[in-house]
């Protein structure tokens, strides 16, 4: 299952570390672009609500899962094809839409195939292996923008998106070739709001803290758009869109690097305590950002560092939430479990992504990320505060 995400990130990867340059290669707004990302991970986390809790009800996750890839992976070709935004919304509402399908019974599969005591390396090794595809997707797309030709200034983007077709459907064949589920029994009773309140409280607790967190954790393409923004005064448009993709292949190597060796930390220590402080390192990120802005910083170097704090904090955010999750949830509810988190966090990125590009837009940038680094603040401080033993 790494090596089937670590394909599946090379595909969509690819895209998202150039759309902040086709955007404004088409002239869009960085409010449109905050809009799509949220739009698209609140879809994503509504059907993960669905879909976990029906996973859950059919006893079937591996099927589901494959629908999911074959969406993710070949939606976000279309946008190869846009001329303006609501193609791009289009595309990404589809993609997201089976990458909503797919990741709660993704991470139930892989709790299921995990002893307690290792569950924590079990997430890590995944994150590890699907965020090298992240790695990897951003370098292509750069060097892909390097030396395709460019008879006009969104032509080699477009090229781009149409090429990512290829890793996506090699991350649907090698699921289909290489995953074993483990049978489940089927549960036809279960009906959806009786699987939502059967859920521990102690799980409950947890992601009164996640939601928190989620209100300011901005989608990292914004990110990307920042660097880029930053760094076209002193570069040109074309220049700084390539090197903000590198910048997010450097973040992306470090959520890869941070990944096993947090979920191995957390075999052995209080996972609870290790999340706040992911999610502490997440609202430096946020002042961080602001900082930049207001210094208007162009070193390089800087903004290498800045990327990288941001990859780590994520190897502390994404594996911990789900073996979290695998301590406080029985495995019959599991897919509910993955489902509800994955909501919650899907709410949160609308939200934070929205009020990012909403206050850069019309207040300023540095209005943004303040907000979002306030807010996550907060959500460290409740994570902190809340016992989430079962």
């Given at each position: ?234 570069h040109g448009d074309a220049r700084a869109a390539q090197v903000a993709a590198l910048l997010y292949a450097i973040h992306n190597g470090a959520y890869a690097a941070a990944a096993f060796p947090v979920g191995a ?126």
């Open positions: 299952m790494a090596f089937t995400s670590l394909c599946a990130d090379v595909s969509y990867e690819m895209v998202l570390a150039v759309l902040p340059g086709f955007a404004a290669a088409i002239g869009m707004a960085a409010s449109a672009l905050g809009w799509i990302e949220g739009a698209a991970d609140a879809l994503a986390s509504f059907v993960k609500l669905g879909a976990g809790w029906y996973s859950d009800r059919v006893g079937r996750r591996k099927p589901i899962v494959t629908i999911g890839y074959v969406l993710s992976g070949t939606a976000l070709s279309a946008i190869a094809a846009a001329a303006a935004w609501p193609l791009i919304l289009a595309a990404r509402l589809v993609a997201w839409f089976g990458k909503g399908i797919r990741g709660p019974l993704r991470d139930a599969m892989l709790s299921d195939s995990a002893a307690p005591e290792s569950r924590g390396k079990v997430f890590g090794l995944h994150r590890a292996g699907d965020t090298t595809g992240a790695v990897l997707g951003p370098l292509l797309g750069v060097w892909l923008l390097s030396v395709l030709p460019r008879p006009s200034p969104p032509a080699p983007y477009r090229s781009i998106f149409l090429i990512s077709l290829i890793p996506g459907l090699l991350a649907v064949a090698s699921l289909v070739v290489l995953v074993r589920e483990r049978p489940r029994a089927p549960n036809p009773e279960l009906r959806f709001w009786g699987s939502m309140r059967g859920l521990p409280r102690s799980f409950l607790r947890l992601l009164r803290g996640v939601g928190v967190f989620g209100l300011g954790d901005f989608s990292h393409t914004l990110l990307v758009l920042a660097a880029a923004r930053l760094l076209a005064p002193a930390l957390a075999d052995r220590m209080e996972k609870r305590t290790l999340l706040a402080a992911g999610y502490t390192m997440g609202a430096a990120t946020g002042f961080a950002v602001a900082a930049c802005f207001a210094a208007s910083v162009t070193s390089l170097p800087l903004l290498a560092l800045l990327f990288a704090w941001a990859g780590v904090y994520l190897g502390f955010e994404k594996p911990l939430e789900a073996a979290l999750t695998a301590d406080l949830v029985p495995r019959e509810s599991r897919g509910a479990a993955y489902g509800l988190l994955g909501s919650v966090n899907g709410v949160g990125d609308l939200v934070a992504s929205g009020l990012v590009g909403m206050l850069w837009t019309y207040v300023s940038p540095e209005a943004g990320f303040c907000a979002a680094g306030g807010l996550m603040l907060c959500g460290a401080g409740v994570v902190l505060a809340g016992p989430v033993s079962r």
